[in-house]
């Protein structure tokens, strides 16, 4: 074949790249002279990749972002942007093709590394061989600002290159915490003397950092317990005194941002905006400072055992206003800026982890026989693998859904697509969980059994990113305030329905038609994507439309309530994260059939599949919403609590218990 020149197109602007690149599906472009057996496709392509980049400085991506509406907020007022169909594609050529060779420098460098890694859960600990070379590698602070020694990588980069590290999730986190928000936080709001210490240092991986925010009364709630910020008498001085527990990476870091409790007065209060929280500020800490004390790493962890976890003890701990990150009062306005985008890379962990599992799970039942049958020709293992195969694939689907949009809006907002995203993760192990059991049995529970080790990293994993119902909480909270904001008129009018009759009836009709089932295609989404999905496309409108409804419900029953009804912004929560599941896999199958990709065909059958698993849930948590309280679970489950409660145990009294007079 002759050399392949790309020309790389985006928005009508040329950066021309020539790229002496070779077909996955062809031989050798460049030379006349046939490749060596034992030289990879991949492997050619990086050595022409290297190449490039000694003469020609990767392109951006920051030059080609657009204008893009929040994607996942606009799905509960009703609204869906068909663009998004095409699944992000926002890496140019070069830079696909020099993310291909960083994952190939990874890969290899793994499988040299691959007796320290299988040791890494019984020692305990992760080798200095493994994680030294890694900052040389450029796979620490891979997000950083290249000016400051970073590697300016995008999201989708940066999650790209860390699932190759999907062997041990104790490494994968480790690489995690290399290239968290801290950098980012120290450019925006660290102070001049701060960036001039430590700012170049992170960005180069020379440095490691940790962030204390885990307090021991009351886990990642800010405003109970930790360490306490002390005023002295000059203004510019504090002292700081607490624990910080569950300190990732404590035990090498050399430094800590520290989120402190400013006094004792309330942090909880109450605006015309709504709840803010203050008195949370945010300091930067060296470890040699006098007074800060660490533990020895945590040495029973179940799971993520090769992670070091520790407790910070602060006595009376001295810092300045040069210590600070942003102004006093606003650590936990800076901790959700960053800590938020940060659930999206759960999604990359986790997805990254069970696809070694299901693997592992699909070599056991071709060769495993019961009964005179390989488990493999039972059709409930069937039926069970395939529903796994399905979420694997949503959740891939949103991970690199929500890394495409970060990366292609110039006005990023992710959070909900982010929270969405960690839930949809968390639920996925426990379905892979609770599915595997009855295939794999003891092995599940052997020490030493590869899928033992991944179990437990799992549900470690689930404990570690926190609880799944308050996220799920936040989410239906900023889709009522979101819908709230715009579809205001629409609440005044059900709430004050003698202000327009008309339109009343119109809208009443309207949410008749949702509530029973009937399709509604006014958002033509069936008519964005391929007609092989266009089922599926069918069922995504009837969610949007569906969650549209339960929104909706929510602002005209509870007003300015609706954030007191936890249970009911559970449920909505749930209904949206469905709905973006359903968005993502549907969005990348049918860019995977329109480009011709391998396996294409499986893809829109595992959309298709996918979108008819979870829809039944979806419809079911919306009825919920529409329900009457006194028609839901919700009113005797209250009932049963105040009992249980009241009588401070559980008091039904035994089965066979007989009332002798």
């Known amino acids: 074949m002759e050399m392949l020149s790309r020309l790389v197109t985006r928005n009508g602007r040329l950066a021309q790249r020539t790229l002496s690149c070779r077909l996955y599906s062809g031989s050798d472009l460049t030379s006349s002279n046939p490749p060596s057996s034992s030289q990879t496709k991949l492997e050619r392509l990086a050595e022409d990749v290297r190449s490039l980049q000694e003469n020609q400085a990767l392109s951006t991506i920051d030059e080609f972002r657009l204008d893009i509406r929040p994607f996942a907020k606009d799905f509960f007022v009703g609204k869906f942007n068909p663009l998004v169909m095409s699944y992000p594609d926002v890496l140019p050529n070069d830079r696909y093709f020099d993310l291909k060779t960083k994952q190939l420098e990874v890969r290899n460098f793994l499988t040299t590394k691959r007796g320290q890694i299988d040791r890494i859960d019984s020692q305990r600990k992760i080798s200095q061989e493994v994680t030294a070379p890694l900052a040389g590698m450029g796979v620490l602070g891979m997000r950083d600002s290249v000016s400051k020694g970073g590697q300016g990588r995008s999201m989708t980069e940066t999650m790209a290159v860390m699932e190759e590290f999907a062997c041990s999730l104790s490494l994968l986190e480790h690489v995690h915490q290399g290239n968290s928000f801290l950098a980012q936080a120290l450019a925006l709001y660290g102070t001049p003397e701060a960036k ?361 029953d509870h007003g300015g309530n609706a954030n007191l009804r936890e249970v009911d912004l559970m449920r909505l929560g749930m209904a949206g994260v469905y709905t973006f599941a359903q968005a993502s896999a549907i969005a990348r199958a049918n860019r995977d059939f329109c480009r011709g990709n391998a396996h294409g065909e499986h893809g829109v059958e595992i959309a298709v599949a996918f979108t008819r698993l979870v829809f039944p849930s979806l419809k079911q948590l919306v009825s919920e919403l529409d329900a009457h309280f006194i028609e839901k679970n919700d009113f005797l489950l209250y009932r049963i609590h105040k009992h249980l409660t009241t009588n401070g145990s559980y008091c039904p009294v035994h089965p066979i218990t007989k009332n002798v007079f």
Not at 213 to 220: A, I, K, Q, R, T
Not at 389 to 411: F, I, K, P, W
Request: glycine residues 8%.
């Open 196 to 556: 001039d210490k430590y700012l170049g240092p992170l960005c180069r991986g020379e440095l490691m950092g940790a962030v204390c925010y885990s307090n021991p009364e009351s886990g990642v709630d800010p405003t109970t317990g930790g360490v306490m910020v002390k005023s002295e008498t000059d203004l510019e001085q504090y002292s700081l005194s607490g624990q910080k527990v569950w300190v990732t990476n404590a035990d090498e870091a050399q430094i800590f941002l520290v989120f402190a409790k400013m006094g004792n007065s309330p942090t909880i209060q109450s605006e015309d905006e709504g709840v803010h929280i203050s008195n949370i500020t945010c300091f930067i800490v060296d470890r040699d400072s006098p007074g800060l004390t660490i533990s020895p790493p945590y040495p029973n962890k179940v799971g993520m055992k090769g992670l070091s976890c520790c407790t910070l003890t602060f006595e009376n701990v001295a810092v300045t206003d040069s210590n600070l990150l942003g102004p006093k009062d606003q650590g936990y306005t800076i901790l959700r800026e960053f800590m938020v985008p940060e659930r999206a890379f759960t999604g990359a962990k986790v997805s990254a982890v069970l696809r070694n599992f299901l693997n592992e799970l699909v070599k056991h039942v071709t060769s495993r026989q019961a009964y005179g049958k390989f488990l493999n020709d039972f059709d409930l293992i069937k039926s069970h693998l395939a529903e796994m195969t399905c979420y694997l694939y949503a959740l891939e689907a949103m991970s690199y859904m929500v890394a495409g949009l970060n990366d292609v809006q110039r006005e990023v907002d992710i959070s909900m697509e982010a929270n969405m995203t960690k839930v949809f993760a968390m639920e996925t192990v426990d379905l892979f969980m609770k599915r595997s059991m009855g295939i794999i049995g003891q092995r599940l529970y052997d020490h030493d059994e590869p899928f033992a080790q991944i179990s437990q990293d799992l549900l470690s994993m689930n404990l570690w990113e926190g609880p799944t119902d308050m996220v799920k909480i936040l989410i239906g909270l900023e889709g009522v305030i979101y819908s709230g904001i715009i579809n205001a008129e629409d609440v005044r009018l059900f709430r004050n329905p003698f202000t327009d009759p008309m339109s009343l009836v119109r809208k009443m009709y309207d949410y008749q038609k949702i509530s029973t089932d009937k399709q509604l295609t006014s958002l033509k989404v069936s008519e964005s994507v391929h007609p092989s999905l266009h089922g599926a496309g069918l069922k995504l409108e009837q969610s949007i439309h569906k969650l549209r409804f339960g929104t909706s419900k929510c602002l005209v």
